[in-house]
């Protein structure tokens, strides 16, 4: 299955893990890290766009340390534009409609979010998404069962 991790998801293990939610979604996301012989991940010009925003210099560093292992997606960009353009007049936001774009054109079976909001409007929009939009613990229940 090929996989594409929004940069929550890939920052969610260095958040405050004394919240329930956090501290499951985490070992969701660490648990996928692992399970490397089900699942290809893809690396994106966003991931490297949004992650170099980063104020934190560690997480940040961490991120792309793991985002320069896997090869970079090549996306035509004006394609990509133009999809994010689309998605973005659903309802996505900036980085969110980027990613979404992102993970269509690289072909990825699932794109993985903690974003409520995001999983929300791929719920109201399925039909004119071009990949299954899911949370990290669904997806591990899924794949790790």
């Known amino acids: 299955m090929l996989v594409y991790f929004d940069l929550c998801c890939l920052k969610r293990p260095f958040d405050d893990l004394t919240q329930a939610r956090i501290r499951l979604e985490s070992e969701a996301v660490l648990a996928l890290l692992l399970a490397s012989d089900q699942l290809t991940f893809v690396h994106a010009p966003a991931h490297d766009l949004e992650d170099a925003q980063n104020p934190m210099p560690v997480r940040a560093m961490r991120v792309a340390n793991w985002l320069q292992s896997i090869p970079l997606a090549e996306l035509r960009e004006a394609t990509l534009v133009a999809r994010t353009k689309e998605l ?36 109201r929009n399925a039909a004119s998404l071009h990949v299954r939009v899911v949370d990290r613990v669904s997806l591990a229940s899924e794949v790790l069962a």
């Open 88 to 123: 973005t007049a659903m309802g996505l936001k900036g980085f969110d409609a980027l990613h979404v774009a992102s993970a269509e054109l690289a072909g990825a079976d699932a794109f993985v979010t903690s974003d409520d909001h995001i999983i929300g409007l791929a719920g």
